[in-house]
Nanobody, 115 residues
């Protein structure tokens, strides 16, 4: 059985940091482009950051530039999202996505930024 499992979410104060992890189970990440999405309450899911299979190309949504860093460790079958200087508008459920010959989504991890 193949799946992605996110972890690392939680409640953090504005200005704080969180590191999200996404771990693949049952398959190798090495041939998949990986990305992080988030979905705020009553809003559509939006792309936050993406990274190619070998990590040579990285992109960020404008809202994430300068604050978030996506990285991957194919040997550990993990993808990370380091989030710094968090704002209340970063609140939402964060999902990782694997895109290759098939597309896989994790179940999401909740991030709440609030004082």
């Amino acid at each position: 059985q193949v799946h992605l499992v996110e972890s690392g979410g939680g409640l953090v104060q504005p200005g704080g940091s969180l590191r999200l992890s996404c771990e693949a189970s049952g398959f190798s990440l090495s041939t998949y482009a990986m990305s992080w999405y988030r979905q705020a309450p009553e809003k559509e899911r939006e792309l936050v950051a993406g990274i190619t299979s070998v990590g040579d190309i990285i992109m960020y949504a404008d809202s994430a530039k300068g604050r978030f860093t996506i990285s991957r460790d194919n040997a550990k079958k993990k993808v990370y999202l380091q989030m710094n200087s968090l704002k209340p508008e970063d609140t939402g459920v964060y999902y990782c996505k694997a895109a290759g010959w098939r597309t896989l989504w994790g179940q999401g991890t909740q991030v709440t930024v609030s004082s």
